[in-house]
């Protein structure tokens, strides 16, 4: 993470000093601001890497001489059957629509949101799925 984390800083350098070069160069407030707001966040996610680099043991891409299997392993748990994303998309998808053809479609999709978000984060709290 200590690599990533040093890329994120130098990418944010890199935009600031794009920033500065757009600002003065087109005097276009919209871009300048954008370029500020991505140097931001570029920013806060190297910072991040670089502070959790520090509070965990040194991975296998920290190390010049490892090997690609160095970092095999168990990633995560991802649920092999869930249904629950195709509702959240189908409610963004609403939403997303909402902000074109008019805000009453908010109406639909936010119940269609909470509900797939809801069964997603209890998916493994209730029927053949519950932990006993």
Known sequence: MKIQGK?????ALF???????????????????ALFLAFGLSVMIGYYLAFTARR??????????ADVAD???????????SWQ???????????????????????FSAPIILIGLYGWV??????ENQNQ
Not at 15 to 33: F, N
Not at 122 to 127: A, L
């Open 85 to 107: 994303p195709l509702a959240l998309a189908t409610g963004g998808a609403l939403a997303f629509m909402g902000i074109i053809f008019g805000w009453w479609l908010l109406y």
């Open 71 to 81: 970092d095999a392993g168990e990633v995560g748990f991802f649920s092999p059957h």
């Open 122 to 127: 209890f998916e493994y709290y209730r029927g």
């Open 7 to 11: 890329m994120f800083l130098w990418l």
């Open 56 to 65: 965990v043991d040194a991975g296998a891409q920290d190390n010049k001489d």
């Open 15 to 33: 935009i600031l000093v794009m920033a500065i070069v757009y600002g003065v160069w087109s005097k276009e407030p919209a871009g300048t601001t």
